[in-house]
């Protein structure tokens, strides 16, 4: 397989290549084109194990691995790290379907990808003879960072920094990153929002001074962000999963399409179920679901990507985005590999802060797409009438789909299967929950978590529980222009 910067017709990559280089040289981000190369036969997967359909899904895009390799390498990622063998159950609450995608180590999606990547990136380096270490830079809006963190301390070859907002996450998703343990960490706050430190990110990506001073220190730096094309292949494999198990369970018949909402900040997830659908799984619609930070539904709706407005810190932070990087990989595959549109619009993104995207573009998008948004007091109403009616306790990020969904169903209703991808444990983001079935107004999230397990009998993931008692190792915050020297202290 072949994947392309977005950018040029210069910079091709294979798929190991483009693992460790995270991003391509002009800025752009690798994508295949060939998906008639990359079908899946969905029926041929209904009897085999989550991990059996990971590996043939992961394996089908990045094609540098060997069947049996890859099979080795998925084995060896999720081994004892999910709470089910299933990795992502579906449950059914009331007519529709939630897709669990939070029962890893960290309790967000994220464990599904960043379980996986640190051996996808450790299998490229050894494939390609490389001997530097690998330097990981992560921006994150709180789970990825956790996630990306868990994947790779003390993974020999690798270091890893991550940046957050400071005062952009939440009280547990703070506590999980600063208590991190592990000799090749480094964390860090960003005085600014998630946007800032992922620019800050690229910025060190694409700064030759950087780069040279890596390279002189034995290291390379890369990325676990969902610019990496290893950290969208392993997300693709839970929209077989989850189809696979309505059809076993009798819920829809092989061949009928399927709904998927999909709670959305850098459109990661949501472009996993778009290379899911082109590589053959049968997808009705995809639903993009915003929170405040609504800028997608605006373009999917007008065709104008606009990031000048006001950003909105909400009960969702991970949604918390105005710049959706993976949005450029959809305008590539949408516009047929138009490497010239792609630069124009994201150089249009950075001069101008907004493009406009040809007519065509957008209704090939608008046939698959459809966007939403809800803002928190909706997203709060959902959890409580979801709890109340169903007995199901969602997180702020899946409500915010399931508050979409709600509109999807009343606006357009095509009547196929509609499925939420739930994002993180409920646990993760308690004091809001909590506030959302209840009254109570405690002080930390960790009170928060007492009384919404006290309230609900939700077993609280083992890993978060344990977290309270666990010393804050990192304390650093820094400007945005600040980063890159935090970048080299850490690794001198
Ligand atoms: C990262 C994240 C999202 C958004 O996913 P994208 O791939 O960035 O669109 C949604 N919910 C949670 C809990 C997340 O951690």
Not at 290 to 316: H, P, Q
Request: a negative charge; one cysteine or more; aromatic letters at 8%.
């Amino acid at each position: 397989m072949i994947f392309y910067s977005t950018r040029s017709s210069d910079h091709t990559a294979s798929s190991t290549e483009a693992v460790l280089k995270g991003i391509a040289p002009d800025g752009g981000l690798y994508t295949p084109l060939a998906f008639d190369q990359m079908q899946v036969d969905v029926g041929s997967l209904l009897n085999k194990s989550a991990l059996e359909i990971s590996a043939e899904v992961i394996g089908r895009i990045l094609s540098d691995f060997a069947p049996e390799e890859m099979r080795a390498l998925i084995e060896a990622a999720y081994a004892d790290k999910f709470e089910t063998e299933d990795l992502t159950p579906v449950e059914k609450v009331g007519d529709d379907f939630v897709l669990e995608l939070f029962r890893g180590p960290t309790s967000a999606f994220k464990d599904v990808a960043l379980s996986v990547l640190p051996r996808l990136i450790i299998a490229s380096k050894q494939k390609l003879g490389v001997q530097d270490d690998i330097v990981i830079l992560t921006a994150t809006s709180g789970d990825t960072g956790k996630a990306a963190l868990e994947g790779f301390h003390d993974v020999e070859g690798t270091r890893i920094v991550v940046f957050y907002p400071d005062g952009g996450v939440s009280d547990v998703q703070k506590a999980q990153m600063v208590t991190q343990a592990g000799d090749n960490v480094g964390v860090c706050a960003v005085k600014g929002n998630f946007d800032d430190a992922q620019t800050g990110v690229k910025n060190i990506f694409a700064d030759d001074e950087a780069n040279h001073w890596a390279a002189a220190s034995g290291a390379r730096l890369s990325s676990a962000n969902s610019i990496n094309i290893g950290r969208l292949a392993p997300q693709v494999a839970y929209y077989f999963k989850a189809y696979c198990d309505l059809v076993l369970r009798g819920e829809i018949r092989l061949g009928d399409p399927v709904n998927f909402i999909v709670p959305t900040g850098n459109f990661g997830d949501i472009l996993a179920g778009e290379f899911a659908r082109r590589m053959g799984l049968p997808v009705a619609k995809l639903v993009c679901a915003s929170n405040a930070n609504n800028v997608l539904t605006d373009f999917i709706n007008t065709g104008v990507y606009d990031r000048r407005r006001e950003f909105f810190k909400t009960a969702s932070p991970s949604m918390d985005i105005l710049v959706s990087s993976n949005l450029e990989r959809y305008l590539f595959l949408a516009s047929g590999g138009d490497f010239d549109l792609v630069a124009k619009l994201m150089a249009d993104l950075r001069e101008k802060g907004e493009y406009t995207s040809p007519a065509a573009v957008m209704e090939a998008m608008r046939e698959r797409f459809w966007g939403g948004c809800a803002d928190d007091g909706r997203a709060l109403d959902a959890i409580g009438r979801v709890w109340k009616k169903y007995g199901y306790l969602m997180d702020t990020h899946t409500a915010v789909g399931w508050a979409v969904m709600e509109d999807f169903k009343a606006q357009v209703d095509n009547g196929w299967a509609n499925v939420v991808l739930s994002t993180a444990s409920p646990y993760k983001f308690s004091r809001d929950v909590l506030s959302a079935i209840s009254d109570e107004q405690p002080e930390s999230g960790f009170g928060a978590m007492d009384m919404l397990h006290a309230l609900t009998k939700v077993p609280v993931p083992a890993p978060l529980a344990a977290l309270r008692t666990r010393e804050a190792r990192f304390k650093d915050v820094v400007g945005k222009d600040a980063m890159l020297d935090y970048v080299k202290n850490v690794l001198r």
